[in-house]
T-cell receptor, first 109, second 115 residues
Framework: DAKTTQPPSMDCAEGRAANLPCNHS???????VYWYRQIHSQGPQYIIH???NNETNEMASLIITEDRKSSTLILPHATLRDTAVYYC??????????FGTGTRLQVTL | DSGVTQTPKHLITATGQRVTLRCSPR?????VYWYQQSLDQGLQFLIQ???????AKGNILERFSAQQFPDLHSELNLSSLELGDSALYFC??????????????FGAGSRLTVL
């Protein structure tokens, strides 16, 4: 599975868009990019995934660069409840999901 | 409610004891995963089962064992408990999309405290 690199922490003002970057320069063609988040001590929560195309759901948007070496998770209007650790994972179908250290997003008033 | 049910939510026990954590996956999900998260630590993958068969193993100690039953619920058994086993234990189940993507749904966790 491709290694991913994320900034350890980010701040965002409430109501603004939160843009969380992820580098996965060694990703292979059959590996999806997944985003999960964990709000303090709760079970991790799936957010979104994508392969090549940009994706959007009710929670977020995922922008994947054309060369697939990096991606950005966008929370369009961050709220205090979005404060969490966000994990970017590049994973093939048969692989086990392992978490790195993620990005700790702090949403402030 | 994610649809993945874990019991008990909290458990306090003593060193040397044995405990069993239980997980019921979402309806229709055949895979079950177990993760351990110690205080201020990352999520460590322990083991995965698919339809009753062990599919993948992570950093699971020999004192720990798991199984998935015919009704697809799973149990994680922790024995000869040590203080360092105090942690949150998460179960997840997964559905594989027709595209091949594998999305995990996590339970709320079982918090184990070993005194």
């Amino acid at each position: 599975d491709a290694k991913t690199t994320q900034p350890p922490s980010m701040d965002c003002a409430e109501g603004r868009a939160a843009n969380l970057p992820c580098n996965h320069s060694t990703i292979s063609g059959n590996e999806y990019v997944y985003w999960y988040r964990q709000i303090h001590s709760q079970g991790p929560q799936y957010i979104i995934h994508g392969l090549k195309n940009n994706e959007t759901n009710e929670m977020a948007s995922l922008i994947i660069t054309e060369d697939r070496k990096s991606s950005t998770l966008i929370l369009p209007h961050a709220t205090l409840r979005d404060t969490a650790v966000y994990y970017c994972i590049a994973l093939g179908t048969a692989s086990k999901l392992t978490f790195g250290t993620g990005t700790r997003l702090q949403v402030t008033l | 409610d994610s649809g993945v049910t874990q019991t008990p939510k909290h458990l306090i026990t003593a060193t040397g004891q044995r405990v069993t954590l239980r997980c019921s996956p979402r309806s229709g999900d055949l895979s079950v995963y177990w993760y351990q998260q110690s205080l201020d630590q990352g999520l460590q993958f322990l083991i995965q089962y698919y339809n009753g068969e062990e599919r993948a193993k992570g950093n699971i100690l020999e004192r720990f064992s798991a199984q998935q039953f015919p009704d697809l619920h799973s149990e994680l058994n922790l024995s000869s408990l040590e203080l360092g086993d105090s942690a949150l234990y998460f179960c997840a189940s997964s559905a594989i999309y027709s595209s091949g993507a594998n999305v995990l749904t996590f339970g709320a966790g079982s918090r184990l405290t070993v005194l």
